[in-house]
């Protein structure tokens, strides 16, 4: 059996994510995890867990700061290291694109017609949503009249909320608004959908599993689709106040004509080690009043032609640090 963990609950964009990934796995047990670091501890210490599924961006929104932030803690902290290349416990072996297609759910079956003949309670769903259907809302209030808003934790437990609401006071029908997939987990019942205001919002998922050399990376079977670029994310930390250090690293790239696909950076954080011997150059990075230091975050192409050996050694030896997080398929989805 193969055992997923991913950002719960059930229903979530993250269930789904994890769906996509593993729905040809013979048998699969999905396990919700209340938050982004605990998907990360639990596949490090719980060796029973195989993956772990956790976003990472957003097309509208951007960087999903808790993953980006998890990634540099994980390489600054780590203790397991060759030269300078930092080797955390975990790895990043295939990405998945959800797309995020909102929907308007009743607990009963309803359609647009019925909201106006019946009473509506609450309308529940995460606080983010409701920048993503502002036009909508608009129109719904004037089809029904003003609805208290109401944030829950997720999604998918706003369609459970409204669910359990209605088994107590069936007279009242609250409503949500998530995915499809929510409704399916809480036998609840679309009422419309899509409503987002902007269509083509994706969100990007990792697919992550403790450090192995001996395992290749998900969707080999992609090879023989036209989706068979593979994608490299590195991160990487440079000494401070040295002019053109950055670029010194970036010159890399197009000195063995790789194609970055995208640069991002956070800024460092880590906890003082005392005696650290792993990597003699954090001694000077432990200084507590260490400020506008950062992690960068590079993703690139990796063509199997290249000498990647001569690559990283090259990258090496022009910054402190860097860690290589996995090499995997893009998902054919990044093309929709």
């Known amino acids: 059996m193969v055992k997923v963990a991913f950002l719960g609950p059930l229903g979530t964009y993250s269930h789904q994510a994890a769906i996509q990934q593993f729905s040809e796995a013979d048998n699969c047990e999905y396990i919700p995890v209340k938050s ?5 501890d639990r596949l490090k210490n719980e060796l029973d ?4 599924v956790v976003p990472l961006e957003n097309s509208t929104n951007g960087q999903v700061v808790f993953t980006y932030d998890l990634l540099r803690d994980w ?3 780590s203790d397991h290291a060759q030269g300078n ?3 955390p416990e975990l790895e990043i072996v295939a990405e998945q694109y959800v797309s995020i297609e909102l929907c308007l759910i009743s607990p009963v079956p309803l359609d647009l017609t019925d909201l106006s003949k019946i009473k509506i309670g609450k309308l529940y769903s995460h606080p983010q949503v409701w920048g993503q259907v502002p036009n909508y809302l608009e129109s719904l209030r004037k089809r029904i009249g003003n609805v208290e808003k109401v944030d829950s934790d997720s999604t998918s437990g706003a369609v459970g909320i409204c669910c359990e609401n209605y088994t107590v006071n069936n007279d ?3 409503l949500a608004i998530a995915s499809k997939t929510a409704a399916l987990v809480h036998k609840a019942h679309i009422v419309d959908g899509p409503i987002n205001d902007k269509k083509g919002n994706t969100t990007r998922f990792l697919v992550m599993r403790r450090r192995s050399p001996l395992r290749p990376s998900l969707n080999a079977s992609l090879e023989n689709k036209i989706a068979a670029q593979r994608i490299s994310l590195l991160t990487f930390l440079i000494k401070q106040d040295d002019p053109g250090s950055l670029v010194d ?6 000195m063995h004509n790789i194609n970055m696909c995208s640069i991002s950076s956070r800024p460092y954080h880590k906890l003082k080690k005392e005696n650290s011997e792993t990597i003699p150059e954090y001694t000077e990075l432990d200084a507590s009043d260490r400020k506008w230091q950062y992690v960068f975050f590079v993703e ?5 032609e290249r000498d990647w050996a001569k690559v990283f050694k090259d990258i090496s030896s022009r910054c402190l640090s860097y860690c290589l997080w996995g090499t995997f398929f893009r998902d054919g989805r990044y093309y929709d």
């Open 300 to 304: 690139f192409a990796h063509a199997e």
């Open 36 to 40: 982004i670091p605990q998907c990360f």
């Open 85 to 87: 290349e930092v080797l």
């Open 75 to 77: 390489m600054l902290e």
């Open 249 to 254: 690293v970036l010159e890399v790239f197009k």
């Open 49 to 52: 867990i195989d993956y772990a």
């Open 172 to 174: 009242v029908k609250d």
